[in-house]
């Protein structure tokens, strides 16, 4: 699964450019809490995070994340998805919930293995 596809499914927008769209998918992970994202977060981990920041991009980018996804259409503030764009890094937002948001990932993960 790419990034691109996770628009599809979550029935989402994505907030910065369309390059990074084609980032592989192998997990997601929800977590507001960045010392935890720290720790146990991983390359090509979709993100699922409220409180989106410089520094939530700076952490996925150390990580080698593939993308962060912002529930419930929570705004986020213009520099910060100009920061994300200045470094092609994709972040989703849909109006899903985070329990609905990795419900349906694992659900697309599950159908197709």
């Known amino acids: 699964m790419v990034v691109n596809d ?3 499914i979550l029935k989402g927008r994505c907030l910065t450019s ?3 769209l084609n980032r592989e998918i192998q997990y997601v992970f929800c ?3 960045k ?3 720290k720790e146990k977060g991983s390359q090509d981990y979709a993100w699922v995070n409220s409180d989106v920041d410089k ?3 700076d ?3 150390e ?3 593939s993308c962060i996804i912002i529930p419930y259409d929570l705004p986020i503030d213009d520099n910060v998805v100009n920061y994300a764009i200045s470094f092609s890094f994709p972040i989703i937002s849909t109006a899903y919930s985070s329990y609905k ?3 349906k990932i694992y659900e697309a993960f599950k159908e197709r293995t």
Request: net charge neutral; with cysteine; charged share 15%.
């Open 55 to 57: 520094s939530s991009i």
């Open 101 to 103: 948001i990795c419900s």
């Open 31 to 33: 977590c507001d809490c």
């Open 18 to 20: 369309e390059s990074g």
């Open 6 to 8: 996770l628009i599809t």
């Open 63 to 65: 990580k080698s994340m």
């Open 35 to 37: 010392k935890v994202v």
């Open 59 to 61: 952490l996925a980018l």
